[in-house]
């Protein structure tokens, strides 16, 4: 291994230094940071500034470097230099750009530079360039599970980008939902009647492809490894059992529709009452010609019930819309229309929602005759040869009734995702303390179980209330809890056949960029491309299992010990296991208690007297640092009193920090994270709600510190809130003045 060399650059372009004393800042580096070699350049994101950094790599021999410069965000193109480990130190965005103009603010605003400068080199000396997982493997194949339109869709696009697929699907033949279809809503133009499906051609396409193997009647006995290596057990109805290996897994299981016996009030269990698959299923009895009921009657008038059992507010029933129902209702009643123009056609609705171009669709309807009524039904009862609607009409805002010989319930949405996590932690509990109840439950949960993960998490991917897998939503959609494992199509959320084929295709490609990642020993998202992973010393581990249980991604086992077993290839480098460590033994070798440790110190704290608080701001890499940057880009001013540092995650927050900071003379402490709870924000999903647990406890603490609560707070930043940030700041600030200094100052 190298010695160490470091390097501070120091620029001076964008107005760096027009606002600060550059020289001053050499020196600090020099001196104080301890810098082998310091440069400044007035422009180092140009081709010389960074050929200077270059030559002194190649030619001095520098290992560590300290770009004091703008933001880590910025210029990552230019300042990419993978051969050394590399520290930020941001002037632009995080102290030209938000310290007011003025000369009175001359000093604080160089204050705040050069301990942005100090920071920077001593987050460097404790900073180590990451060699790669070594557990890296050259295994490529991709496993989809589930043979419907989501899952011909991921194996072909897989296929297609040259990758071997595996295909399992527990059905006799490929192509789940569709192939219960009559028609499909359309999905090009013109977009005014409805389609074939197409799951024959795809399904025989996928059967054809030199590099898909299909296995049919077959379900996942096992799954075990992870992103690269996983190894699974593919169990056949006839009782034989397949090994195979693959690196990434596609969950596209689809859906169920929801029970229409729970909808007795709209008729659920009457015998002239049916849902969409039902009526899909009459749809194909006849091909082409007049429907007719299961009795024989043909059919002349048909009511459609939306929503029925979805948009609940009663938490009975489902809460959310399942998105393809209105634009099948309007397909199903052009059934009829084709088949027989004098056939009475009616849709309930109270919002009609088609996405996409059923504008179009919905008016080819309409010519056609079918009937839109806008109304909430209250009941269905049966008459003497048919059913009998009560609805409220909201245009008219009266009660009104329909006649109907057969009457269709859109239903929505249930994701066929397995064993829901929350219950199964219930039952192994119990299981585990002898109930025989609860050994029986725990056997019927294995036998529904999609992947049967060898996780000691439990058998399946972690789910939000309703069964669908849980996922950023708005950044990560793909991703789920269980790294390297896609979930597509109707599992993922509620979607219509058009959004379900578009979600396979880029489940497949978050796939293919799993294997990939894994071959070259990477994390996946949101930190794709970082080679560093966890690393324990496992002499100081106490056994606490803090960060087996706390992982959110089930990347953490144990030995036979009970020593932590970190699994890299889950890892996603969040950092929240050395959080959780209270002996502080797990760290990254580019992030670490050490690394935020030191620049927390490196901070100068001026004295009681000085009427200078200073405020430590650590702030989550992923919304909170972005929107501190905003705020710099719109010059939104914010106080000079704090010093930012990024982590990756608020769940990587380990107390130490605060109390180090407090005992250093820090006047106060902000975090910065994602918002939490059921509609969280978190890109590593559970580590604000764990930093703010963890922060709950530290009440305690500061009291027999003799300092006030209110000197450590918490505030839920959005990537956009720049303007709130800043608020958030002043205001704190200013509470800290109001407080008056901490008085740990001069005992640091």
């Known amino acids: 291994m190298a010695e160490m060399k470091t390097a501070a650059y120091i620029c001076s372009g964008c107005g760096l230094g027009d606002k600060l004393d550059i020289a001053q800042l050499g020196k600090i580096a020099q001196k104080e940071g301890k810098m082998a070699l310091v440069r400044e350049h007035d422009f180092l994101c140009n081709t010389e500034g960074v050929q200077m950094i270059r030559d002194d790599i190649e030619k001095e021999g520098v290992t560590h470097i300290c770009i004091a410069a703008c933001s880590r965000r910025a210029k990552t193109e230019a300042f990419h230099f993978p051969a050394v480990a590399m520290t930020r130190a941001n002037l632009r965005e995080g102290v030209i750009w938000v310290v007011a103009e003025g000369s009175e ?206 948009r609940d507010d009663t938490a009975k029933h489902l809460p959310y819309c399942s998105g393809h129902c209105c634009a099948t209702s309007i397909k199903q009643a052009m059934y009829f229309k084709d088949a027989n123009p004098e056939v009475n056609a009616v849709v309930v609705y109270q919002d009609l929602r088609v996405p996409g171009m059923g504008e179009d669709f919905y008016r080819s309807a309409q010519h056609k005759g079918v009937i839109f009524a806008k109304g909430k039904a209250s009941g269905v009862e049966p008459t003497g040869n048919g059913c009998k609607v009560n609805y409220r009409d909201m245009i008219l805002d009266a009660d009104a009734t329909l006649e109907a010989d057969l009457v269709v319930l859109a239903t929505g949405q249930v994701p066929s995702a397995g064993v829901n996590l929350d219950i199964w932690d219930t039952v192994v509990r119990e299981a585990d303390g002898g109930s025989e109840a609860a050994k029986q439950q725990k056997s019927e949960l294995q036998k529904i179980s999609v992947l049967n993960l060898n996780y000691r998490q439990g058998p399946d991917m972690p789910q939000f209330k309703y069964g669908f897998a849980d996922s950023h939503f708005i950044c990560f959609p793909y991703e789920t809890r269980r790294t390297g494992i896609y979930a597509a199509g109707p599992v993922r959320r509620p979607m219509d056949m058009l959004q379900a084929t578009e979600d396979a295709t880029g489940a497949a490609l978050k796939a293919i960029q799993a294997v990939e990642n894994a071959s070259l020993g990477r994390a996946a998202h949101p930190r794709s491309g970082d080679l560093s992973y966890p690393i324990v010393r496992l002499e100081g581990c106490t056994q606490c299992k803090r960060c087996t249980v706390e992982c959110p991604f089930g990347a953490i086992d144990e030995d036979e010990r009970r020593f932590p077993v970190f699994n890299e290839q889950r890892c996603r480098r969040c950092g929240t296991c050395m959080g959780a460590c209270p002996v502080r033994v797990i760290s990254f070798e580019n992030y670490s208690v050490d690394t935020v440790g030191n620049q927390i110190k490196a901070v100068e704290i001026p004295d009681e007297f000085s009427e200078k608080p200073r405020v430590l701001i650590l702030a989550c890499e992923n919304d909170a640092y972005p929107a501190l940057d905003m705020a710099g880009l719109s010059r939104i001013v914010y106080s000079a009193f704090v010093r930012i540092i990024p982590v990756r995650c608020l769940g990587s927050v380990n107390t130490i920090w605060i109390t180090d900071a407090l005992n250093s003379g820090y006047d106060g402490v902000m975090m910065m994270g994602c918002k939490k709870g059921d509609d969280y924000q978190c890109h590593f999903v559970k580590g604000s709600e764990l930093a703010n647990y963890r922060m709950s406890k530290i009440g305690d603490t500061l009291t027999q510190m003799g300092l006030e609560p209110e000197r450590v707070s918490s505030f839920e930043v959005a990537i956009t809130d720049n303007a709130r940030v800043a608020g958030f700041i002043n205001e704190f600030v200013a509470q800290l003045v109001k407080m008056g200094p901490s008085p740990m100052k001069g005992f640091g």
């Not at 301990?115 to 070594?134: F, I, Q, S, T």
């Not at 169920?256 to 899909?280: C, F, M, R, S, W």
Request: aromatic share 6%; hydrophobic share 40%; charged share 20%.
């Open 105 to 310: 603010h001359d000093e604080v605003r160089q204050e705040m530079a050069d301990d942005y400068v100090r920071m920077g080199c001593a987050e460097l000396k404790k900073v180590k360039l990451p060699e790669g997982n070594p557990n890296r493997t050259q295994l490529k194949s991709i496993m989809v599970v589930g043979g419907g339109m989501s899952g011909l869709t991921a194996a072909f696009e897989a296929a297609e980008s040259g990758y071997q697929v595996i295909l399992v699907e527990k059905q006799a033949q490929l192509g789940g939902w569709a192939n219960k279809l009559w028609k499909r809503v359309p999905y090009k133009a013109p977009y005014a009647e409805p389609q074939d499906t197409g799951v024959a051609k795809l399904a025989a396409k996928v059967s054809s492809h030199p590099l898909i193997k299909v296995h049919l009647n077959s379900t996942i006995a096992e799954t075990s490894g992870a992103p690269g290596r996983f190894a699974v057990k593919i169990a056949q109805e006839s009782g034989a059992v397949t090994e195979a290996a693959v690196g990434a897994i596609v969950q596209a299981t689809g859906f169920t529709n929801y029970d229409i016996a729970k909808l007795p009030e709209l008729g659920g269990g009457q015998a002239n009452v049916v849902d969409q698959a039902g009526l899909e299923a009459l749809a194909q009895a006849a091909n082409g010609g007049a429907l007719k009921r299961a009795d024989g009657k043909e059919i002349k008038s048909v009511v459609f019930l939306q929503c029925a059992g979805q």
